[in-house]
């Protein structure tokens, strides 16, 4: 196991890729495709399972349109996509049946690594709200990591500190720990997710892999039934799901 500065070392590389970057793709269109009722006694948007590309796949897994986005939890313009997106993507796409969606983690900085792993460390259903609700914190986020910098003896603390104590430190410090207690994700939950560096590492590596395999750019990317989109925005989403037949 690496140690946490070599960890957090590959992240800052992984995070050349930029917020609000993307390729061009062209996108597929299609006719009409029907609606498809849920498992009885849910919604689309409660069934979700783990991929074996290391995401969530939440709705209709046998869609005939799958929507993935790699996404990171400190990006600006993923936050924006998902303020966007909200009941729409849920009521109008993903609860008919008609698209599956695929959320995977894309980590850019320490930060987004320590949220991700929260998010992901209690039940499937629970990842996408907490993703989502996570998204309306960055600013928070980003003034409390601020006032660390200017705390020197809290820096130099935390900086002391090895492996999963000084996630759970950090992660503390700035407002994450908390974030998460006051929706249903114990402390205790917290430092146990945190603290296993071995989940924190395959985070890290799940990145690496993306940016590789799939050449991401920048967060979001969208790929639609395999094909890489040219847009970031929620209106350009959504048209783009239409046009493929979610309409």
């Not at 999963?164 to 249903?184: H, K, N, S, T």
């Not at 402390?187 to 603290?195: E, F, G, H, P, T």
């Not at 989940?199 to 990317?221: N, R, S």
């Amino acid at each position: 196991m690496r140690s946490l500065k070599i960890l957090t070392a590959s992240i800052a590389a992984l995070a050349l890729a930029s917020c609000g970057g993307s390729e061009t793709g062209e996108a597929p269109k299609g006719e009409p495709v029907a609606a498809v009722a849920p498992p009885a006694g849910k919604q689309w948007i409660d069934v979700v399972s783990k991929t074996a590309e290391g995401g969530y796949l939440i709705g209709n897994p046998d869609a005939k349109i799958k929507l993935v986005e790699y996404a990171s939890l400190t990006c600006h313009v993923c936050a924006q996509f998902s303020n966007d997106a909200g009941s729409d993507l849920h009521d109008n796409f993903i609860n008919n049946g008609k698209i599956s969606y695929e959320f995977r983690n894309f980590v850019r900085d320490e930060f987004d690594l320590m949220a991700a792993r929260v998010t992901r460390c209690g039940a499937n259903e629970a990842m996408l709200p907490l993703t989502e609700q996570f998204m309306g914190f960055q600013e928070t986020l980003f003034e409390n990591a601020n006032k660390i910098g200017t705390d020197k003896a809290l820096e130099a603390k935390i900086t002391s500190l090895k492996g999963g104590e000084r996630f759970f430190a950090l992660a503390d410090a700035v407002g994450i720990v908390e974030f998460f207690a006051q929706r249903g994700v114990s402390r205790d939950q917290s430092k146990a997710c945190l603290s296993d560096t071995a989940e924190m590492q395959k985070l890290a590596d799940l990145t690496a892999e993306y940016g590789k395999k799939y050449t991401i750019q920048g967060t979001p990317t969208f790929y639609l039934n395999g094909v890489r989109l040219d847009v970031t925005a929620w209106p350009q989403v959504k048209g783009k799901l239409q046009e493929a037949g979610a309409r």
